[in-house]
């Protein structure tokens, strides 16, 4: 009976080893999974930081392309304006002259929203600007409105210039029509 009992011990004994052994398993792989789970939450945390890095950093780079541009105008103002001479002390006179200067080196369309940060002056003083640019230099600047009264100021190279003569002058009835309208605005 005793030998019995002592098998039956040993029995015992191997199967809460082995209980044991299944429960220290169980717990290293809960262990492992909850770690597994941990490193994933800070790789997604590393990645949203990341993503929001990447978010500043174009942020920062367009600012940066906007500073250069500013900076580039103001210089090319500055420079045009050493350029021009001061014919009547009028200061309007030398924003139209400034600014047929940048259309010479720049010739294209732009809309008055464009000129303003251009020249960096206010949109009234930018209106009185365009008008006198298209009255002082009227074969090469045209002053048109689009849309919701919108107005753009273009330029005109003179080999451009010259190809557009040869088409119908129908355009002046519209140009005083224009005028006219601008007029009332100021």
Do not use: C
């Amino acid at each position: 009976m005793f030998e019995e009992l002592l098998e039956l011990y040993k029995k015992k004994v191997a199967e809460s080893e082995r209980e044991l052994e299944e429960t220290q398993a169980m717990i290293g792989l809960i262990m492992a999974v909850e770690n597994m789970s941990n490193m994933l939450t800070m790789k997604q945390q590393d990645v949203d930081l990341l993503g929001r890095l990447i978010d500043q950093v174009d942020h920062l780079s367009k600012e940066v392309a906007d500073l250069k541009s500013q900076i580039k105008t103001r210089q090319t103002r500055s420079s045009a304006s050493r350029t021009t001479k001061v014919t009547e002390g009028n200061a309007l006179d030398n924003h139209t002259l400034n600014l047929i200067e940048l259309m010479k080196e720049r010739p294209g369309r732009y809309t008055t929203s464009e000129l303003v940060d251009m020249l960096g002056l206010n949109k009234t003083t930018v209106i009185s600007v365009m008008k006198r640019s298209a009255e002082m230099d009227p074969s090469h600047i045209k002053l048109t409105q689009g849309k919701r009264r919108k107005l753009y100021l273009s330029y005109t190279p003179e080999d451009q210039n010259q190809s557009e003569k040869t088409e119908d002058e129908s355009g002046s009835d519209e140009a005083d029509r224009m005028r006219l309208e601008l007029m009332s605005m100021t």
